[in-house]
């Protein structure tokens, strides 16, 4: 049994720290003296102990050099042997390397790019590689920790199975993002994996809110069979749902709806005026009262239950009042993805730094450059090197020190300038400051 009394399969705890399950008890492999250790079950209980008193640090040094005392004591009193097979390849990578690559497996689209919130829509004419195996072990030299796959459809590609296979075998943590269309076969093959999470898109509930914003007739009925599937056979599954004029008033239905289907974790995302998202946005884009009302509710609901659903708001940032006390204008660097060591695949092999802003963000080719030369020009980006400063609608602006600059691609989009105001941003926090 693992981490809370469950099996474990696998545990990424950081770049250098990482368990295994096997049949004589648990591998840890430490990346960063590329050495692995065996633990056997009494090992193991004494690391779940350690673990549990440390969970919020795992990830940071001071954390790692505690690990290591700790290693030291389990391998004095032979409770943790050193192995001489290493069993997976391991290496040592750069801090600066990207945490997370969202690889957009196909331009090919089960919905042919028809939703009309889909901010993808302007990607539909690109190419695709067709040996994806060979970019899959390309990606392994970035070093990463997360992987999304997405498209597209990435379920359309017959080979996906073998794909994340690859990012198993090297303990790295795979999300499918998938619209859950008529795709039982090739998802049955997914391997069902600790690492591995399958995210499906639910736009609304009942099925007409879903199938008018995704124009194609049953495509709710799809998607929850997909759910339905996947909760079943107990893949890690999540929901994703873009907030719109037509699911607003929704969101509580939809909230009991995916209860009822026991989903365990819900992504509620803004909609982004990008591609179909750009040309609905005035008809598509709710008030943003309406928004936030409505998400507290559902979370109101949600937080009198004793196993409550997670639900995941990206757009909002927790602990924005308290950011805004150390925010010093003089020193904010702005730009989309800032500080998130986040790159993006595109389905020809190209590489960029944000998936909405192509041609600025360029940074290579996964098959022409190796990482080094990647990560030389993401961290050189002209973007990157906007300051609040630069910006002149945000340096007289009094919610500049909750959105922090905001989005350099939204603010592109709606203003027509990189310069411009984040006006999403501008009015999430500017009804936080009035409300909250």
Same mark, same amino acid.
């Given at each position: 049994?693992?981490?809370?009394?469950?099996?474990?399969?696998?545990?990424?705890?950081?770049?250098?720290?990482?368990?295994?399950?096997?049949?004589?008890?648990?591998?840890?492999?430490? !990346?960063?003296?590329?050495?692995?250790?065996?633990?056997? @079950?009494?090992?193991?209980?004494?690391?779940?102990?350690?673990?549990?008193?440390?969970?919020?640090?795992?990830?940071?040094?001071?954390?790692?050099?505690?690990?290591?005392?700790?290693?030291?004591?389990?391998?004095?009193?032979?409770?943790?042997?050193?192995?001489?097979?290493?069993?997976?390849?391991?290496?040592?990578?750069?801090?600066?390397?990207?945490?997370?690559?969202?690889?957009?497996?196909?331009?090919?689209?089960?919905?042919?790019?028809?939703?009309?919130?889909?901010?993808?829509?302007?990607?539909?004419?690109?190419?695709?590689?067709?040996?994806?195996?060979?970019?899959?072990?390309?990606?392994?030299?970035?070093?990463?920790?997360?992987? !999304?796959?997405?498209?597209?459809?990435?379920?359309?590609?017959?080979?996906?199975?073998?794909?994340?296979?690859?990012?198993?075998?090297?303990?790295?943590?795979?999300?499918?993002?998938?619209?859950?269309?008529?795709?039982?076969?090739? !998802?049955?093959?997914?391997?069902?994996?600790?690492?591995?999470?399958?995210?499906?898109?639910?736009?609304?509930?009942?099925?007409?809110?879903?199938?008018?914003?995704?124009?194609?007739?049953?495509?709710?009925?799809?998607?929850?069979?997909?759910?339905?599937?996947?909760? @079943?056979?107990?893949?890690?599954?999540?929901?994703?749902?873009?907030?719109?004029?037509?699911?607003?008033?929704?969101?509580?239905?939809?909230?009991?709806?995916?209860?009822?289907?026991?989903?365990?974790?819900?992504?509620?995302?803004?909609?982004?005026?990008?591609?179909?998202?750009?040309?609905?946005?005035?008809?598509?884009?709710?008030?943003?009262?309406?928004?936030?009302?409505?998400? @507290?509710?559902?979370?109101?609901?949600?937080?009198?239950?004793?196993?409550?659903?997670?639900?995941?708001?990206?757009?909002?940032? %927790?602990?924005?009042?308290?950011?805004?006390?150390?925010?010093?204008?003089?020193?904010?660097?702005?730009?989309?993805?800032?500080?998130?060591?986040?790159?993006?695949?595109?389905? %020809?092999?190209?590489?960029?730094?944000?998936?909405?802003?192509?041609?600025?963000?360029?940074?290579?080719?996964?098959?022409?450059?190796?990482?080094?030369?990647? !990560?030389?020009?993401?961290?050189?980006? %002209?973007?990157?090197?906007?300051?609040?400063?630069?910006?002149?609608?945000?340096?007289?602006?009094?919610?500049?020190?909750?959105?922090?600059?905001?989005?350099?691609?939204?603010?592109?989009?709606?203003?027509?300038?990189?310069?411009?105001?984040?006006?999403?941003?501008?009015?999430?926090?500017?009804?936080?400051?009035?409300?909250?």
């Amino acid at each position: 049994m693992g981490i809370g009394g469950k099996d474990i399969g696998y545990i990424v705890l950081n770049r250098y720290i990482k368990i295994r399950e096997n049949r004589n008890g648990y591998s840890l492999y430490n !990346i960063k003296e590329k050495k692995k250790f065996h633990l056997n @079950k009494s090992g193991f209980f004494l690391l779940e102990k350690f673990l549990n008193k440390r969970i919020e640090e795992i990830r940071t040094l001071p954390y790692f050099l505690k690990f290591q005392q700790f290693l030291k004591e389990l391998i004095s009193n032979n409770i943790v042997s050193i192995s001489r097979n290493l069993g997976i390849p391991i290496k040592i990578f750069p801090a600066d390397y990207p945490f997370w690559v969202e690889w957009l497996i196909t331009a090919k689209c089960t919905h042919n790019y028809n939703c009309l919130h889909c901010c993808y829509s302007n990607l539909k004419s690109l190419k695709e590689i067709e040996d994806s195996k060979t970019v899959a072990k390309k990606l392994l030299e970035f070093g990463l920790y997360n992987i !999304i796959i997405s498209g597209g459809e990435p379920l359309i590609r017959k080979e996906l199975s073998e794909i994340i296979q690859i990012f198993i075998e090297n303990v790295i943590r795979v999300q499918v993002d998938t619209a859950g269309w008529k795709n039982g076969k090739i !998802i049955k093959k997914i391997p069902n994996d600790e690492l591995v999470t399958i995210q499906v898109s639910l736009d609304g509930a009942p099925a007409k809110t879903h199938n008018i914003l995704r124009r194609k007739e049953d495509s709710f009925n799809e998607a929850v069979r997909t759910i339905k599937s996947l909760i @079943k056979e107990r893949y890690r599954v999540k929901v994703s749902t873009v907030l719109t004029t037509l699911n607003v008033y929704e969101l509580e239905d939809m909230y009991n709806f995916l209860l009822g289907l026991n989903v365990r974790r819900w992504i509620i995302a803004p909609l982004r005026p990008f591609g179909n998202g750009l040309t609905n946005y005035k008809r598509l884009h709710p008030p943003i009262q309406s928004q936030l009302e409505s998400i @507290k509710k559902a979370i109101r609901a949600n937080n009198e239950l004793s196993n409550p659903m997670r639900i995941d708001i990206p757009y909002i940032i %927790d602990n924005y009042k308290k950011l805004s006390k150390d925010f010093n204008i003089n020193n904010f660097d702005c730009g989309s993805d800032r500080g998130n060591r986040g790159i993006h695949l595109l389905p %020809d092999g190209n590489l960029v730094g944000c998936i909405y802003l192509l041609k600025e963000t360029s940074i290579g080719n996964i098959l022409k450059e190796n990482p080094s030369q990647v !990560i030389k020009r993401l961290k050189n980006l %002209d973007l990157w090197r906007i300051r609040i400063e630069d910006l002149p609608l945000c340096k007289e602006c009094k919610f500049v020190s909750f959105c922090q600059g905001g989005c350099r691609a939204v603010a592109l989009s709606l203003s027509g300038s990189l310069l411009g105001c984040d006006q999403q941003s501008k009015e999430i926090y500017k009804w936080l400051d009035e409300n909250e």
